[in-house]
């Protein structure tokens, strides 16, 4: 008897698809570049997202 396991489950894939912003509810899927965050549109990018929430708090006043 051998019991060697045959079936290993594999890790889960992230489900970014390439070149599209994996980011949003729901996903944003817009063109996107690949950040160490994984791909995010010129929005969704880290800059993006920090000058998109500047211009929110600026428009409070
Ligand atoms: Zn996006």
């Known amino acids: 008897m051998n019991d060697k396991p045959t079936s ?3 890790p ?3 489900k970014n698809t390439p070149g599209e912003c994996g980011t949003g509810r729901p996903i944003c899927g817009k063109p996107a570049r690949l950040y160490a965050v994984g791909w ?3 929005l969704h990018s880290p800059a993006g ?3 998109h ?3 929110q708090a600026t428009d409070q006043q």
């Open 8 to 10: 290993i489950t594999p």
């Open 12 to 14: 889960p894939y992230p």
């Open 40 to 42: 995010r549109c010129d």
């Open 53 to 55: 929430l500047a211009a």
């Open 49 to 51: 997202w920090a000058a």
